[in-house]
């Protein structure tokens, strides 16, 4: 649709919603008529447990509250599909996330924002600037890098955050034995960055490391074969082993909350997704997050489901 297409790029090049404002209240009554008329939102999503469940969530919620025509994309592919898919208007909206935006996606960014509210304002402006595509309300939840503990070593050592990890190990902490995927073993803002942001990178040398694939580190560090290791802060196998999450105090790790991002042009001509997805973000917390991922990743729920019927938890549908 070349009209669509040139009236986006008009958009980012006036810095988004704003360059309309003069049109006016003839722009008013068009966005009106769009609105009661109706119109098609295709909901796309990454394809993996989380990003299935929230890609649900939208499309339930504007389904049961609109009289859009929704069509399901949920699992279209990875972060670069799903991008240039709304970007070139072949969607209208996934969830991404704020530390995504900023590191990967364009224009990149190689400097580490560890203020989830600062992080959030820079990729809003910058997205709506460039692409004319809009972030809506950021979800607590944080899909970022931890360190985990097996909870019977954290509750032996005392230690909660990682300044008390690096204390712990500055002190002559020994016979620890520490899990991690091999990427994060070697990439310089893995392991190497990490011990050296908090100041244990010359306090490792009774410290065991072992390689392990990702899938089974969970299980390694929850039944006691590593006393820490590396994981994901919303994946569900935290709870099925009660693994203890190390406060990251110090901010290393990237933010990575979770927002949907929406082509400004279909947000103007349908204001009511925004209230919509608002609402369905609100409370969405990193423990939610998990619980959610819980249902599908390991109880086999439907992702469809579940995002349904947390939606009516929340009186959303």
């Not at 620890?176 to 073993?185: G, I, Y």
């Not at 997805?277 to 109880?299: C, F, H, P, Y």
Request: hydrophobic share 35%; with cysteine.
């Amino acid at each position: 649709m070349p009209q669509s297409v040139t009236r986006r790029r008009f958009l980012a090049a006036g810095g988004g919603l704003a360059a309309t404002a003069g049109i006016g209240g003839l722009s008013g009554c068009l966005t009106l008529a769009t609105e009661l008329g109706g119109g098609s939102v295709k909901v796309s999503s990454k394809r993996f447990t989380e990003q299935e469940v929230l890609g649900y969530i939208a499309y339930e919620a504007l389904s049961a509250n609109t009289d859009l025509n929704v069509t399901d994309q949920v699992g279209l592919g990875g972060t670069t599909t799903n991008f240039r898919a709304l970007d070139t208007d072949e969607v209208q909206l996934y969830w991404e996330y704020t530390g995504t935006a900023w590191q990967t996606l364009p224009p990149q960014h190689d400097t580490v924002i560890s203020d989830p509210e600062k992080l959030y304002r820079k990729v809003k402006a910058e997205f709506e600037q460039k692409h004319g595509l809009t972030f809506l309300q950021r979800a607590q939840l944080n899909n970022t890098y931890v360190i985990l503990a097996n909870p019977d070593w954290a509750k032996k050592t005392g230690v909660e955050t990682l300044s008390d990890f690096a204390q712990f190990l500055q002190n002559g902490g020994s016979n620890l034995t520490v899990a991690l995927n091999a990427e994060f073993q070697s990439r310089a803002d893995g392991w190497p960055g990490l011990s050296e942001h908090y100041g244990f990178a010359d306090d490792l040398g009774n410290v065991t490391v072992n390689n392990i694939g990702s899938g089974l580190l969970y299980q390694v560090i929850g039944k006691g074969s590593a006393d820490v290791g590396v994981g994901f802060n919303t994946d569900p196998r935290i709870l099925q082993f009660g693994l203890r999450v190390l406060t990251d105090d110090k901010g290393y790790f990237p933010v990575y909350n979770a927002a949907p991002l929406v082509d400004s042009e279909t947000l103007e001509n349908h204001p009511s997704i925004r209230s919509l997805l608002n609402a369905a973000s609100d409370g969405l917390t990193t423990d939610v997050m998990r619980r959610l991922n819980k249902q599908v990743a390991i109880e086999k729920k439907n992702p469809q489901t579940v995002a349904k019927e947390y939606l009516q938890r929340k009186e959303v549908i």
